[in-house]
């Protein structure tokens, strides 16, 4: 009888465990824009914005593990914080002096972060 105690003891953990830690794994890959309301109508979003970066660091560090943090200072300026693959990411900034953002200039932003990454290698 006490080996049949401590066998379903000894179980116990590796399923509760194994439960656990697949609920509770974060995403690999997450991006994320901090007051995105601020951004104006012709700059695509905010949704906009994580797809381009996703879409950079994806060509820059495949299969790359990152949270990347965007907050938007203005409708004209972001900045850009995060880790990639465990390490941390420098600071990427942007502004445009004459209008709002844009998707070339979101583009080119997204470009930036995945370049910065690559170098993180």
Not at 27 to 46: D, F, I, N, P
Not at 74 to 86: I, Y
Not at 88 to 98: H, K, M, V
Request: include cysteine; proline fraction near 4%.
């Amino acid at each position: 009888m006490w080996r049949k105690i401590a066998l379903l003891a000894a179980s116990i953990p590796l399923f509760g465990s194994g439960v656990t830690s697949a609920g509770a794994t974060p995403s690999a890959r997450h991006c994320r824009v901090l007051a995105g309301e601020k951004l104006g109508a012709g700059s695509g979003g905010a949704a906009a914005i994580c797809t381009e970066i996703e879409r950079s660091l994806s060509a820059a560090v495949p299969g790359a593990r990152y949270r990347i943090d965007v907050r938007v200072v203005s409708p004209a300026r972001l900045s850009a914080t995060g880790t990639v693959n465990g390490r941390d990411l420098a600071e990427q900034n942007l502004a445009t002096s004459d209008r709002d953002l844009t998707p070339a200039a979101i583009r080119r932003f997204a470009r930036s972060i995945g370049e910065a990454a690559k170098a993180l290698r």
